[in-house]
């Protein structure tokens, strides 16, 4: 079993920005890919921005020249920097990571509201 901690997520004024961060651990054979996907009350969960071990990385176009994924290999972490956040940005943000046995764990969420 994998455990993602996902951390970061607050309230913060159009414009502004965040960090979110996320954990793996547990018993973790090699990952291969982590991201994030949002969902938004009423909406689909929909990809956000994701980076492979090689550092290659895609973003959703709506988050594309604001947001920036990096990720930690030794240390199995993820991050998002979250620039010029806008009020439709606001949704529960969940950690997801994929590894070689093409294993799929998601976490708990974090909530990021953006007021205008």
């Known amino acids: 079993q994998v455990q993602l901690v996902e951390s970061g997520g607050g309230l913060v004024q159009a414009g502004g920005s965040l960090r979110l961060s996320c954990a793996a651990s547990?018993?973790?054979?090699?990952?291969?890919?982590m991201g994030w996907y949002r969902q938004a009350p009423g909406k689909q969960r929909e990809l956000v921005a994701a980076?492979?071990?090689?550092?290659?990385?895609n973003y959703a176009d709506f988050v594309k020249g604001r947001f920036t994924i990096s990720r930690d290999s030794a240390k199995n972490t993820v991050s998002l920097q979250m620039n010029s956040l806008k009020p439709e940005d606001t949704a529960v943000y969940y950690c997801?990571?994929?590894?070689?046995?093409?294993?799929?764990?998601g976490g708990q969420g974090t909530q990021v509201t953006v007021s205008s």
């Open positions: 997801n990571v994929a590894d070689v046995l093409q294993r799929v764990f």
């Open positions: 547990g018993n973790i054979v090699k990952i291969y890919k």
């Open positions: 980076i492979t071990t090689g550092g290659s990385t």
